[in-house]
């Protein structure tokens, strides 16, 4: 995977391990190994920026997905393709992280932005029964082999 992380905080945290959550997640979602992704890291001005911009939405969120091929599925079959961009920011997500760490947060949430990604929504009840059973798996896959 041509996965590329950028961090445009001061926040600490572990690069490697959102990187490989990623990783892992695309793999067992079947998508081309040579698939391109883009994961960045901002602060709650330039998310609020983002949120209202692409969402029409005041003020920050956890998590952006913006994906580069809309309508194509995608799988290991199909080729690479340009899967596009997430976009997290940690300084709001703290708030989200009561049951666990900072870095268990931004975990999740970049396993639910690679989901976006790929086409998954949660807006009805069954797609996010769906959604969030998929990232439970990638989540609980993934801590099971580090």
């Known amino acids: ?29 079947g998508i081309h190994p040579e ?25 920050p969120t956890d998590v952006l997905s913006f994906p580069m091929d809309e309508l194509k599925p ?22 989200q992280a009561v049951a666990h760490s900072l870095q268990e947060e931004l975990e999740l949430l970049t396993v639910h932005g690679v989901l976006h990604l790929l086409g998954f929504d949660h807006a009805e009840p069954e797609e996010h029964k769906e959604m969030f059973g998929l990232q439970d798996d990638c989540l609980a896959g993934w801590r099971s082999k580090r």
């Open 74 to 95: 995608f799988s290991a079959a199909d080729g690479p393709g340009i899967l596009g961009d997430i976009v997290l920011c940690p300084d709001f997500a703290k708030d």
């Open 1 to 29: 995977m041509g996965i590329e992380l950028s961090n445009e905080t001061d926040v600490s945290l572990d690069e490697d391990a959102l990187l490989s959550i990623a990783q892992y997640s695309l793999e067992k979602m």
């Open 35 to 59: 698939s391109d992704l883009s994961i960045s890291i901002v602060g709650i001005p330039q998310m609020s920026e983002l949120h209202v911009q692409w969402m029409d939405l005041p003020g």
